[in-house]
């Protein structure tokens, strides 16, 4: 199959391709070595390409992406940056590789492309004022010890007036396309979506690809066909109304934090705020969404227990037509899920009011980039007199699904919001979880965190209630 796409400012177009050949493959077989293959499973940042894609408000912007992770074939009619791409063609440095060098930030090299790519793109990014942690939050180094590669990103200067990729910037990039190739499609509405069924019956649902191009790159899996879903209009939604907030499935992490922060409902989403930085890192996030996180069904993922504290339903969408599950209602078993053949999550809804204190916590090896041991997110309404009028308990890692202690939460019901309240639900908190031994954390030490982090949530809502 041929795709065309923008590299470096040059429309070109390739193929044949096979649908699993992915942009970092193809950029080092092409000659442009400056990406590397340090996981090749989004962890490290080597392969840090930027994709040019439209902005909220009107523009565009440069997201920083994981090229392992990116198959050729979704990048038809994108542009894409590399590091090859971030200096002028007359060979000028960008102010962010010289700050790089002048502050010593590299010293083997082997990551320093992918630095440069993320810094560039927060070089760039709309309303930037200051140095944000989170530009290189994807990207590791082992040599230089952060310190000289954080002084270049507190250095970077406003974007000079008539910065050619600055103008570049002030339009937004044409949306994305509707792709039909024999073993791959990106369909743009639900019509074409079925249609793509229909031609591709064995293929598999593709969303941001995060967790599937892992299994690819690393088990060497084969997919038949791949559709994907990242440019399905009804996927896409996202509305803000009395009795709920719904998201679409197939809005990227990064644009749904961007539209709760816009929607100006950031602080009554608090549970997906906390989570965010926690997902992962920004490079994943920039390609990751909410449905591909459920509907892998995962018992370790990010998103199941935030959501399932915050009461969610998700409206799942076939040929046949379309119906609404609660969450809690949605992982039958491990990697298992009610969804039928053919159909997939077309949106998260939030019902309102949302509880008034919301806590997520990942208990992992490392704070950041990493997979949780335990997550567990808690949800709580009290009474004027301080009683528990609503408590939602849910976790991960700690059964073959995500779950939720709902014995603990009916018990919990009417009680005063004391410690011996607390200490009288542990019981129902061991009984609900599962957990197994594994490289991340033995059985019992897993059941006892789930405890724990819910004496953990009572000692910080007891100090929110002053």
Not at 27 to 36: E, Q, V
Not at 296 to 313: C, F, K, V, Y
Not at 374 to 379: E, R
Not at 452 to 459: M, Q, T
Request: glycine share 10%.
């Amino acid at each position: 199959m041929a795709v065309s796409f923008v590299l470096n400012g040059q429309k070109i177009s390739v193929g044949p391709l096979d649908h699993h050949t992915t942009l970092l493959a193809w950029l080092r077989a092409r000659g442009l070595t400056g990406s590397k293959e340090g996981c090749a499973e989004g962890e490290c940042g080597a392969c840090a390409v930027a994709l040019l894609r439209p902005d909220a408000g009107g523009g565009a912007r440069l997201d920083p992406v994981n090229g392992c992770l990116l198959p050729v074939v979704a990048l038809a009619g994108q542009s894409v940056v590399t590091v090859e791409g971030i200096a002028e063609p007359s060979g000028v440095l960008h102010p962010v590789q010289r700050l790089m060098a002048e502050a010593g930030g590299s010293q083997c090299g082997y990551c320093t492309p992918g630095f440069v790519v993320s810094l560039a793109c927060e070089y760039y990014r709309p309303g930037r004022a200051g140095y944000d942690p989170e530009a290189i939050s994807g990207n590791l180094c082992r040599c230089t010890g952060y310190r000289p590669i954080v002084d270049a990103a507190r250095a970077l200067p406003p974007v000079p007036a008539g910065d050619p990729r600055a103008r570049q910037l002030a339009a937004a990039p044409p949306a994305l396309a509707a792709v039909v190739e024999p073993r791959f499609a990106r369909p743009t509405d639900l019509a074409s979506l079925w249609a793509a069924c229909a031609r591709l019956p064995d293929a598999a649902f593709m969303a941001g690809g995060t967790d599937q191009m892992v299994y690819v790159n690393q088990r060497d899996q084969r997919f038949p066909a791949l559709i994907a879903l990242e440019a399905v209009a009804e996927l896409r939604g996202f509305e803000t109304g009395p009795g709920q907030i719904s998201i679409g499935a197939a809005l990227t992490l990064a644009e749904v934090e961007d539209r709760l922060a816009r929607a100006g409902v950031a602080a009554e989403t608090g549970m997906l705020h906390q989570l965010f930085p926690l997902f992962s890192s920004r490079l994943i996030r920039n390609r990751a969404t909410l449905g591909g996180n459920l509907a892998t069904a995962s018992p370790i993922g990010d998103a199941p227990p935030a959501l399932l504290a915050l009461d969610a339903e998700v409206t799942l969408v076939g040929a046949a037509g379309a119906r609404r599950v609660a969450l809690a209602d949605f992982f039958v078993d491990y990697r298992r899920t009610v969804l039928a053949r053919g159909e997939v999550i077309a949106a998260v809804h939030l019902p309102r009011p949302l509880p008034a204190v919301q806590r997520f916590y990942k208990v992992s090896k490392r704070v950041l980039d990493d997979i949780s041991t335990v997550a567990g997110a808690f949800a709580l309404d009290l009474t004027p007199e301080g009683r528990v009028a609503r408590l939602r308990i849910a976790f991960g890692g700690v059964a073959p699904t995500p779950l939720r202690a709902r014995a603990a939460e009916a018990r919990a019901t009417g009680l005063p919001w004391t410690r011996e309240t607390v200490t009288a639900l542990l019981p129902e908190i061991d009984a609900a979880v599962r957990p197994i031994d594994d490289h991340r954390g033995s059985a019992a030490y897993r059941r006892r965190i789930a405890g724990r982090l819910l004496e953990k949530f009572w000692v910080e809502s007891a100090g929110a209630r002053g």
